[in-house]
């Protein structure tokens, strides 16, 4: 079993969208007995509740739900139980290795450097644009998927 955290700011837009198109994609390919997807915010601000309404929205325009999702804090145990700890920005990949400890450095990586953008997820708390950060978060996970396929 291969387990996937993904972490952003808040825990409230790029993060728990990311973990949704993760879970859809998983449900698609009859991978839910084998990968597990999480998502956690590097800061407290929105310990609770649910992603943004501009997120469900943007998800539900596929189909895809939000339902039982609350934000949380990230915190050290994650380390040992994520395999990968996939952040939406290089900040977040700093506060994450910060708050977790040295050696998250082998499990913590940039979300979209494993496709050919290779920048950060924009927020869309600040741009508005939770249709770049849908695009993106599929791409994303897209990669991720088959980064983990090869490694199950």
């Not at 993060?15 to 998502?39: Q, Y």
């Not at 739900?65 to 395999?83: I, P």
Request: charged content about 25%.
């Amino acid at each position: 079993m291969k387990q996937v955290l993904f972490v952003c700011l808040g825990n409230i837009c790029r993060s728990p969208m990311a973990e949704a198109v993760m879970r859809d994609l998983i449900a698609k390919r009859g991978l839910t007995d084998k990968i597990t997807v999480d998502s956690a915010g590097t800061s407290n601000y929105h310990i609770g509740e649910p992603p943004h309404k501009g997120t469900t929205a943007k998800l539900q325009e596929y189909g895809i739900m939000t339902t039982g999702m609350l934000a949380r804090q990230l915190c050290t145990s994650d380390l040992d139980s994520f395999d990968y700890i996939v952040c939406m920005d290089e900040s977040n990949v700093k506060n994450t290795i910060e708050m977790l400890r040295a050696e998250a450095d082998a499990k913590v990586f940039r979300f979209l450097d494993l496709t050919t953008h290779k920048k950060d997820v924009p927020d869309p708390w600040y741009t508005g644009d939770f249709q770049e950060t849908y695009d993106l978060c599929v791409e994303g996970c897209e990669a991720l998927l088959k980064k983990i396929e090869a490694d199950l």
